[in-house]
């Protein structure tokens, strides 16, 4: 493996690596350094997320014994201290406080530091006895009613450890200049199996103990621990984080007769996520609302929970009313969220694509790559059912929302399906352009996850390009996809426009790989269309 950082070192407790990051300025930038831990206790690493103007949340997992492995019950219950302070220093701690953590939780800990300063960066870092852990950065949001000029965001999903390497995450802790990361989804994998590194524990997943390992193996990541360290991360689930096409009583590939009760698997796989993600939540619900001043307001979805079944591709009714992707709550709240916001810019954290996708006539040596993809059957299948084309009723009543209520500046933020789309989204596709465009959606790429190259065992843009071009030709409303790269993206938002620019990884299986620029698009206030731009935003925000 290359040495990316100035230093690493690797540390031993239980057989686990271990690495901590200290950051020195007001954001964490490029030159940031490994730094050894006093003690590897915190194995896991540190991690910030769900920014406020007055707090922000506060994750790390503790060592406390040998014994003390993830998933295993077993160690002390324990006092954790967290500091959090406006230098690296910690000469002005401006928060404080103790958690107590053990086997009930898996021994992490999270603590939401509050009484903070909107738009102000701090440093935080927690002790366990004479133990001290790396050195975290983060940010809290601008005021609700702060006049900002520009947000910025990492946007990134579906994570495959076995699949590859995190050098899309590692990109983005060396930009220095984001707000906070968004992941869509498919954070952890639940299967078993080999590949560029196996996963841990071997097996798919089924229990607490297997999501609490699979969620520890994930986190000792060198790429993933320095992204956590350096900017609050704003995640939901998507399926995998339980089960491949996950619904609300069931998933594709659970099987009750084999691998028991899905609402115990479910239970486990939410548990697990709560524990191991600095993320906010009410009992179970993860759909959340957060505010950045008066420029944007993210609604982070929850599009598992509570779906229907999927559809059959064929012959399911994909416009039954009685049929849901959100259930009847989360829509209205949706709706009532978009309606009453006070934010120019409607942004929308959003797991599976909401603009329609029609899938087009090939020949079956491109087809079958693509309905993989897309997660239909070899057979077939017009429409993505696992999709908000699955549940068109569901789809209609939120894109009415948004006209018969004057909506603008609202933008789809997608992952899930392991490629990068522009699109605009009309109110009915069959009559596009005709029918407007009503919102817009930006699909980020995987970090690793395969794709049309991948499945296809193909070198990339070998089929790819094909495959794009039947898709952009049969629905006028995609203004481009791109089917076989991986990486990560960057959304940049200012009162004038949206923009989100695509990087992409040159070697998936390498931990050091390099991203480049691939390609841009931007949406201009009121205009609710894509557009190509010909570079990315420059760091600086010029």
Known sequence: ???????????????????????????????????????????HG????????????????????????????QGPTVEVTWEIATDAAFANIVGSGTVTTGPDRDHTVKADATGLAPATAYHYRFRLADAVSAVGATRTAPAADAAISRLRFGVVSCSNLPQGHFAAYRYLAERGDLDAVLHLGD?????????????????????????????????????????HAVVPVIATWDDHEVANDAWSDGAENHQPDTEGDYAARKAAGHQAYFEWMPVRSEADRIYRRLRFGLLAELNMLDLRSYRSEQADPFDGDVDDPNRTITGPEQLAWLQDGLVGSGAQWKLVGNSVMVAPVLVPPLPSDLLGPLLELLGLPRDGGVVNPDQWDGYAADRRKLLNTLVDNGIRDTVFLTGDIHSSWACDVPRDAGTYPLSPSVAVEFVATSVTSDNIDDIAGVPPRTIGPVIEGALTALNRHIKWVEVDSH????????????????????????AASALSHARSYRVRAGTQKVQRVGSPVAMDGA
């Open 46 to 73: 540190v991690a910030s997320g769900d920014p406020l103007p007055d707090a922000v949340l506060l994750w790390t997992r503790v060592t406390p014994t040998p014994e003390s492995t993830p998933g295993s019950g």
């Open 1 to 43: 493996m290359s040495q990316v950082f100035d230093r690493r070192v690797v540390l031993k407790a239980s057989g686990v690596a271990a690495a901590g990051l200290a950051v020195g300025g007001a954001v964490a930038t490029a030159s940031s350094v490994w730094a050894e831990p006093n003690d590897p206790v915190f194995t």
């Open 487 to 510: 990486g990560a993206c960057v959304l940049d938002v200012t009162p004038a426009a949206a923009q989100m620019d695509w990087f992409f990884l040159a070697n998936k299986e390498d």
């Open 187 to 227: 954070y952890v994998y639940e299967g078993g199996g080999g590949g560029v590194r196996p996963h841990v524990p071997a097996h798919e997943i089924l229990t607490l103990a297997d999501y609490r390992q699979r969620h520890a193996q994930y986190k000792t990541d060198e790429n993933l621990q320095r992204l």
